[in-house]
């Protein structure tokens, strides 16, 4: 066990590309999150796969955000037309399926965008 | 809506000083509590977790934690910090009906040698 992993570490990108990222969990966990978190700030949620079904979806997560989860394995977030507002962490998390449903982070994907 | 309050955003200390860092949240349910660590340059560590039973929690690294319900705090405690505490702490809540967790806005600890 690994640990989850996440994948770019960074990306620079020019406003208005698409980027997307990678999420692989630790192996018997079904559960996984997606955060978001700026500088100063504490982690926010943005949504929440259990296997594959996407089951949470933040506010925050707006129409340009896209996630999925195809096999219930590893994990994308899609953005599209990236805004420098995008900028920030994007954490990925896990959790086994058992009270407490306590979350294992991974290093996240560091996103700048000019 | 659930929200976590941590009341210091900097502490800075020296080795040996005790640490109590302060954690309150907003939620009227059932709630899973979290402190979380962020070592400099390295990824969120579970530090500690209370889901029931004892209200003092004991977690890694010599830290605990405790939970009081009716003043919906639970903040975190060190007796002796050591240089390799310097790390962002953050506390988390999760109502056991739900599946997010929701942090505070995280403190900066800083321990001199």
């Known amino acids: 066990d690994t640990g989850v992993s996440q994948d770019p570490r960074h990306k620079i990108t020019k406003r208005g590309q698409n980027v997307t990222f990678r999420c692989d969990p630790i192996?018997?966990?079904?559960?996984l999150y997606w955060y978001r978190q700026t500088l100063g700030q504490g982690p926010e949620f943005l949504t929440y796969?259990?296997?594959?079904?996407?089951?949470?979806k933040s506010r925050l997560l707006s129409d340009r955000f896209s996630a999925e989860r195809p096999k219930g394995s590893f994990s994308t977030l899609e953005i599209q037309r990236t805004e420098q507002g995008d900028s920030a962490m994007y954490l990925c998390a896990s959790s086994a399926d058992r009270v407490p449903y306590e979350q294992y982070f991974g290093p996240g994907t560091r996103l700048t965008v000019t | 809506a659930q929200s976590v309050s941590q009341h210091n955003h900097h502490v800075i200390l020296s080795e040996a000083a005790s640490l109590e860092l302060g954690c309150n949240y907003s939620y009227g349910g059932t709630v899973n509590l979290f402190w979380y660590v962020q070592y400099p340059g390295q990824h969120l560590q579970l530090l500690l977790k209370y889901f029931s039973g004892d209200p003092l929690v004991k977690g890694i690294k010599g830290f605990e934690a405790e939970f009081i319900k009716s003043k919906f705090s639970f903040n975190l405690r060190k007796p002796s910090v050591q240089w390799s505490d310097t790390a962002e702490y953050f506390c988390?809540?999760?109502?056991?009906?739900?599946?997010?967790?929701?942090f505070g806005g995280g403190t900066r600890v800083l321990v001199k040698p």
């Open positions: 796969f259990q296997n594959e079904a996407q089951l949470e």
């Open positions: 988390a809540v999760k109502s056991t009906a739900g599946n997010k967790l929701t």
């Open positions: 192996s018997e966990h079904n559960r």
